[in-house]
């Protein structure tokens, strides 16, 4: 689900960007406090070929040629995820298809403080996955169809994106998976519990977290001190929290791969690695593709990378898998948008795209 890479229980950080030690994605979840550390996305995501756009203040969305195909109207607006987009108005949300009418009115309120931009979160507070969306009624999260029909009562503190058919739903009584029916599954509660991926979970037992299946079973025991979501079959691990032995793991719990370094994890078929604040790109065998010299990197998208340099200036450009720069670092927020589409933002909170080789496609607008 290419989606998921970038957004489950993702904060996106405008003004400082993202990289492999800033939540970007996926959640990684750790035994005695949480990590905040997030799996990296590989692939652009599904957006029908429309991006927003900023303009007098309003949201609306352009193709992949720069030309506005819905003009600006509403109070925000996000990337699309499975036909529909979402949109604020009105200080509540709802949805939009991609002739820019709305299919679901904005009824749903927002979490208290809300979303600053599109920028922050590339599909809003919430998207459609598998064809249903977390809302929230009356400070209670349930679920809608793509008709807007309520068909998971809201009942819970927090809900999540479904994933191989199940969520991870938060009441008093701690965290639990549900299916569509909206029905507890595996019989338990736990503490801590990630959203699957890659048809596995990471679930908290006894303050360890271990892996388990879509049918619930224990396949990875409970030992680990953080444990991050599956992608394409491995994982990165950490034992203790005083530890700096990361390992790379497969399905199975295997450990393919031991390295001592500050951080680091799962980046498509690479590790992203950090070392004395400093980031980089090895292989799963542990061969330095990239020297960790760089302040942040995030990727990689086909053959690019987000990266920034020099953390005096606080910007981005992209590189290639050589760690050499194809677009220099200008620009004060980059993000992958779709197929050779990177929006740009910028302090001024100001939104526009460039593609892959860094040619404007959008100039930063407001």
Same mark, same amino acid.
């Given at each position: 689900m290419k989606k998921t890479s970038f957004v489950i229980l993702a904060l996106f950080l405008l003004f400082s960007g993202v990289s492999c030690t800033v939540a970007a994605g996926n959640q990684q979840v750790s035994g005695d406090k949480p990590e905040n550390e997030t799996a990296e996305g590989f692939e652009w995501p599904e957006n029908?070929?429309?991006?927003?756009?900023?303009?007098?203040?309003?949201?609306?969305?352009?193709?992949?040629?720069?030309?506005?195909?819905? +003009?600006?109207?509403?109070?925000?607006? =996000?990337?699309?995820?499975?036909?529909?987009?979402?949109?604020?108005?009105?200080?509540?949300?709802?949805?939009?298809? *991609?002739?820019?009418?709305?299919?679901? *009115?904005?009824?749903?309120?927002?979490?208290?403080?809300?979303?600053l931009s599109v920028a922050v979160h590339l599909y809003g507070e919430t998207w459609f996955s598998e064809g249903l969306a977390a809302v929230r009624v009356n400070g209670k999260m349930g679920y809608i169809n793509q008709k807007g029909e309520m068909v998971?009562?809201?009942?819970?503190?927090? =809900? +999540?994106?479904?994933?191989?058919?199940?969520?991870?739903?938060?009441? +008093?009584?701690?965290?639990?998976y549900i299916n569509k029916k909206g029905e507890q599954q595996f019989g338990r509660t736990f503490v801590r519990a990630v959203s699957f991926s890659d048809s596995l979970a990471g679930v908290m037992v006894d303050q360890?977290?271990?892996?388990?299946?879509?049918?619930?079973?224990?396949?990875?025991?409970?030992?680990?001190?953080? =444990?991050?979501?599956?992608?394409?079959?491995?994982?990165?691990?950490?034992?203790?929290y005083q530890s700096k032995t990361w390992k790379l793991i497969d399905k199975t719990g295997?450990?393919?791969? +031991?390295?001592?370094?500050?951080?680091?994890?799962?980046?498509?078929?690479?590790?992203?690695?950090s070392e004395n604040l400093n980031?980089?790109?090895?292989?799963?065998?542990?061969?330095?593709?990239? *020297?960790?010299?760089?302040?942040?990197?995030?990727?990689f998208f086909d053959d690019i990378a987000i990266a920034k340099k020099d953390s005096k200036e606080d910007v981005f450009g992209i590189i290639n898998r050589k760690g050499e720069w194809v677009v220099q670092p200008t620009y004060e927020g980059l993000w *992958? =948008?779709?197929?050779?589409?990177?929006?740009?933002?910028?302090k001024n909170r100001e939104l526009g795209?460039?593609?892959?080789?860094g040619k404007e496609i959008r100039k930063p607008t407001k």
């Open positions: 029908e070929g429309l991006y927003p756009i900023i303009q007098d203040s309003l949201y609306g969305y352009i193709n992949d040629k720069g030309e506005v195909v819905i +003009e600006p109207q509403f109070d925000l607006a =996000a990337q699309f995820s499975e036909g529909l987009a979402y949109f604020e108005q009105g200080g509540k949300y709802g949805f939009i298809n *991609p002739k820019g009418e709305v299919t679901i *009115p904005a009824i749903y309120e927002k979490k208290k403080g809300g979303w998971i009562a809201p009942t819970f503190l927090d =809900a +999540e994106a479904f994933q191989h058919g199940l969520a991870v739903v938060k009441t +008093e009584a701690g965290m639990y360890k977290m271990g892996f388990i299946n879509t049918s619930g079973k224990m396949v990875i025991q409970p030992q680990y001190y953080t =444990a991050g979501q599956f992608i394409k079959g491995y994982t990165v691990v950490k034992d203790t295997k450990t393919i791969l +031991e390295k001592q370094v500050d951080r680091m994890r799962v980046s498509g078929d690479l590790l992203c690695f980031e980089g790109y090895m292989d799963f065998k542990g061969k330095i593709i990239v *020297p960790a010299n760089f302040d942040m990197v995030m990727g *992958p =948008a779709g197929k050779n589409m990177i929006t740009v933002t910028t795209y460039i593609d892959g080789s």
